[in-house]
């Protein structure tokens, strides 16, 4: 089992996290 | 009587109010569905001949874990969501999941806990800055975005500040040595905007359980920019 969590970070959970936020200080 | 337990390695995850999300690496895809239930599916093979061969369905709680052999063993291409449940399912529960699974589990609450860590719980837009509470609490982090493009993260282990310059500065911890004026003065207020969160946090959940239905109150946003 291979599971390395750092490999999970990229640009397209990046623009998941910012569709997160709140309008107004993106 | 276990040497060992998964309780000791990790807290059952907590998946609520998290938006959904699907997000693959080499030999996973580690989605948040949208009944909040966290599903990892297991790769194996590479190109054409890669099979989705398990998947651990853990309900947003953490304590419930649904785990399976799709295709009774043989696997499915892997597909936009997570192949059905065939009938013969394995059941556990955090405290009796076999240690061969642990892994996955903690795989799958670390992806959790980093999606909890920037998802916004309370939103406060004060007079200078919008300060977000996440939902990694207790203890959560808080990101404060001033208006005038200063920034201050804060977290368990590190405050950062990020100057409208540019500039920025990590502190582990402890006393804040070195502070020039205005970074003070942007902590100063991080600090402020970060209790009047936590006062609203705790106001807005204790009305939460008075209510029968389990219905959430957050996100909350208060206030807006100026």
């Known amino acids: ?26 | 009587y276990q040497m060992n337990a998964l309780c000791d390695k990790v807290s059952p995850l907590r998946a609520h109010r998290l938006k959904p999300i699907r997000q693959r690496t080499k030999n996973a895809v580690v989605s948040i569905l949208d009944t909040e239930e966290v599903c990892m599916e297991l790769l194996k093979g590479s190109g054409a001949q890669e099979r989705v061969k398990e998947v651990l369905r853990i309900s947003c709680d953490g304590y419930t874990i649904h785990i399976y052999h799709p295709n009774e063993g043989r696997g499915f291409p892997l597909d936009d969501r997570p192949p059905s449940a065939p009938e013969d399912v394995y059941v556990y529960h955090f405290d009796n999941l076999p240690e061969k699974f642990w892994k996955k589990y903690q795989y799958a609450s670390k992806f959790v806990h980093l999606v909890r860590s920037k998802t916004p719980k309370v939103t406060l837009y004060t007079k200078y800055a919008k300060c977000m509470l996440m939902e990694n609490g207790p203890k959560a982090d808080v990101e404060v975005l001033f208006y005038d493009g200063g920034k201050i993260n804060k977290t368990t282990e590190f405050l950062r500040i990020v100057e409208k310059s540019g500039k920025s500065y990590t502190f582990d911890g402890g006393k804040l040595n070195g502070l020039n004026e205005e970074a003070k003065i942007y902590v100063e207020h991080a600090h402020k905007a970060h209790q009047t969160c936590l006062e609203l946090e705790s106001t807005i959940a204790a009305q939460e359980k008075r209510k029968e239905k389990q219905l959430s109150f957050f996100p909350i946003i208060i206030g807006r920019r100026p």
């Open chain 1, 1 to 26: 089992d291979d599971l390395d969590a750092e490999e999970l970070y990229d640009d397209r959970l990046e623009s998941y996290f910012k569709q997160l936020v709140p309008p107004g200080m993106q």
